[in-house]
Structures are given as C-alpha cells and as structure tokens.
C-alpha cells in the first residue's frame, strides 16, 4: 500500500458528461502529480500541484483542470468526455516539490466513456 | 520524440532465467533515475533512484546500473519469477526543474 488513495476505483459514463477523480496524497506529501494512461501507453504527465499550487503542466487538455485543496487533497476534473478520454488516471504524490524524491503512485481510476 | 527510450518494448523469458532491460536518455542536465514496476491495472512501484553519482544499485533480484556519460541505464532481473510478470518503466528528472520523463516501458512476462 503505497499510501495515496485514489476514488472511484472504476468510473462508466457517456461522451459529453464530465467526472471528477479525487486523490489523497500519503500524509505529510505536498505535491500531487496527475498522470493519464491510456491502452497499452505509457504513462503521461498531466499536472503538478505542490502546497495548493500548481508548479507543472504537461499535455494537459483545456477540457481537463485541476486543483489541490487546503488539506491536500486533489481533483481532477474531466468534462465533455470523448470516447479517447478513456484510461487510466493515476495519482502520485511526493515530499517535496521537484522530481528528486521519492514519488508514490495511487492504485489509479479507470474511465470508460461509452 | 520522447526523451527516454527503453528497449526492448516487451520480452518473453522462461522461470529462473536472467535477463536486461535498457532505457537510453537524451535528458540534460540530469538529476536522478529510477525504475518503476507496474503490473498490469496497478500502480507503479518504486524498485531503484540512482543520483549522477551512483552507478549501480540493487533492490532484491533486481539491479539498476547507470553510466551517466553515455546516458545509459538498466535493470538486471536474476532468477526471475512468475510475480515479475510486469511493465518496467525507466524515469529520468531533469537536474534544473525537476521535471520527469517517462519512458514508455518494458513489458516483461515470465512463462512456467
């Protein structure tokens, strides 16, 4: 158990829609890491928080945003879902802000958009 | 074209042999790199982080090696197992920013 929480485990919706994926960092982490995988991809940067926030951004999609609340705690926000949306969405979380330390990935959030 | 390139893109090795994955990187200035397994719907897992400094270090069965002057690394995987069935992926941060880039991955199997 890596320590970072990620809910829903398993998200089924329709084109159009939009759903939110939340993560828990593991206590004491302040920075909060977004990535996408898709079929068989390897893993994409989608955006960093670090203390509420955000120091990175990767191939982030406008229809996609973000954000790390006060308790540290982030979401990430996917709207006018298209069937390519589909994929899975991991968390990951570290100390400090920068990619020196240790990095913990969540069990992810799998999305079908049907 | 992505800055980190791992080979080969997947294997097949029978129980208990050896065997060497590869990740080449043009990433500069460097900070670190580390291994990462993912089994297959699940995180990645943390397996080795090298520094500049470091040439070769080892987690269990596995055994990272780094030559930072031909930026080159890999993982050594001995007496392999049904359990290191997986995807390994090779990320290098850059010294600056700290930005990581992600490798593609391997995608291992180990067959009875």
């Known amino acids: 158990d890596s320590g970072v929480t990620q809910t829903p485990k398993h998200l089924i919706t329709a084109t159009g829609q939009r759903v939110t994926l939340r993560c828990s960092p593991r206590?004491?982490?302040?920075?909060v890491y977004w990535y996408q995988q898709s079929l068989d991809q390897g893993l994409q940067f989608l955006i960093q928080?670090?203390?509420?926030?955000?120091?990175a951004k990767g191939n982030i999609l406008e229809r996609f945003s973000a954000q790390q609340f006060p308790d540290l705690h982030s979401e990430l926000n996917l709207s006018s879902l298209e069937l390519g949306d589909s994929a899975l969405y991991f968390c990951?979380?570290?100390?400090?802000?920068?990619?020196?330390?240790?990095?913990?990935f969540g069990e992810g959030s799998r999305l079908t958009v049907l | 074209k992505n800055q980190v390139e791992q080979s080969p893109q997947s294997l097949i090795i029978l129980e208990g042999k050896n065997c060497t994955l590869q990740?080449?990187?043009?990433?500069?200035?460097?900070?670190?790199l580390r291994w990462y397994k993912q089994d297959t719907g699940r995180g990645p897992v943390s397996l080795t982080i090298m520094t500049f400094s470091e040439n070769t270090k080892s987690n269990g069965r596995y055994t990272a090696t780094l030559d930072a002057d031909t930026k080159q690394s890999s993982l050594h995987i001995t007496a392999s197992q049904l359990s290191d069935s997986a995807s390994y992926i090779c990320?290098?941060?850059?010294?600056?920013?700290?930005?990581?880039?992600f490798g593609a991955g391997t995608r291992l199997t180990v067959k009875p």
């Open positions: 990740c080449n990187y043009t990433v500069s200035p460097f900070s670190n």
């Open positions: 990320v290098v941060s850059l010294y600056n920013n700290n930005d990581m880039r």
């Open positions: 206590s004491g982490d302040l920075s």
């Open positions: 990951a979380s570290s100390v400090g802000r920068g990619g020196t330390g240790e990095l913990f």
């Open positions: 928080y670090y203390n509420g926030e955000e120091r």
